[in-house]
């Protein structure tokens, strides 16, 4: 069984992935959806465990859940939740082709 983060942690997360990573999220989307004849419009993270991170990706006004594994495997302590959606980011621009910004 996965990792279950502390309601509180997750929540913090969330919000900060939603209000100041929305392009991040998307870019995330573009780069893991299985592909399809429509690109993703929007992506709002909604979860992580210690094995996933978790996305509601819209596409042509419909929604579905994309899932994540982290890279480096499973997580279980907070610090590391950053660490590997930072490692989601930069294989998404992997991916993508596009240049990722530095890391603070």
């Not at 929305?22 to 909604?46: K, Q």
Request: glycine share 8%; hydrophobic share 40%.
């Amino acid at each position: 069984m996965p990792h279950l983060f502390d309601p509180a942690v997750v929540s913090a997360v969330l919000r900060h992935m939603n209000g100041d990573h929305t392009d991040d999220n998307l870019l995330i989307a573009r780069a893991f959806s299985e592909p399809s004849a429509a690109e993703p419009s929007g992506a709002v993270m909604t979860g992580f465990d210690g094995e996933v991170g978790v996305w509601e990706v819209t596409r042509d006004g419909a929604t579905s859940e994309l899932r994540v594994p982290w890279p480096g495997g499973p997580i279980s302590e907070r610090p590391e939740v950053r660490r590997e959606v930072v490692a989601l980011y930069d294989a998404a621009c992997a991916r993508l082709g596009v240049e990722p910004r530095p890391h603070d």
